[in-house]
């Protein structure tokens, strides 16, 4: 009788002789009898259970961003991300979200700018920046190389205002001095 390797198991004829029937068929798929517990998905669980997804489009309902969400939960951002796009019942309850959340600012800000008209400088500056931003528009001309020189300066806040009228200044009084050493 010849010898088997070591560490392999006697085979059984049975079931080699079912392998070779059953060569080149697809197995049959196994059907639970009631009697049995459902199987347990094998693998590691979702991050964004049910739950987690639910605190998401809240989250983004009531004003966060997807960035914040994903803190809030626990999570990536990139595991957001991809879920959504794995889910697409998903992605579309967050931009309902996002779009709700626009609606009701908006709304705000509209209600608010009938009693004060900065609510409504405040829409317009955000909505449409290129017209309505806040910015301080300054022309300097100058001599640079005996040619004339037009600068446009867009200075977004008060610190910079301030600082560009003080080298301005500064400038002046450089000239000054300059023309009363050269007299």
């Not at 009697?35 to 094998?42: D, G, Q």
């Not at 889910?87 to 996002?98: G, H, K, L, T, V």
């Not at 409504?120 to 910015?135: C, D, G, H, Q, T």
Request: with cysteine; charged share 35%.
């Amino acid at each position: 009788m010849a010898q088997r390797p070591k560490g392999k198991p006697a085979s059984n004829g049975k079931r080699q002789a079912a392998r070779k029937t059953n060569a080149g068929r697809a197995p049959k798929a196994k059907t639970a009898s009631p009697s049995e517990p459902p199987r347990r998905p094998v693998g590691r669980p979702r991050a964004l259970d049910a739950a987690n997804k639910e605190k998401v489009v809240r989250f983004i309902a009531e004003g966060g961003s997807q960035n914040m969400a994903a803190a809030f939960v626990g999570v990536s951002p990139t595991t957001i991300s991809n879920e959504a796009k794995r889910d697409p019942e998903f992605a579309e309850r967050m931009q309902a979200a996002e779009a709700s959340c626009y609606v009701h600012h908006v709304q705000n800000v509209k209600r608010a700018g009938k009693e004060d008209w900065r609510a409504s400088a405040f829409m317009l500056e955000r909505k449409y920046p290129e017209e309505f931003r806040k910015k301080t528009d300054v022309k300097v001309r100058g001599q640079r190389d005996q040619r004339p020189v037009a600068r446009q300066y867009l200075i977004h806040n008060r610190e910079e205002a301030k600082r560009f009228w003080e080298l301005k200044d500064l400038a002046a009084d450089l000239r000054r001095r300059e023309d009363e050493l050269g007299r």
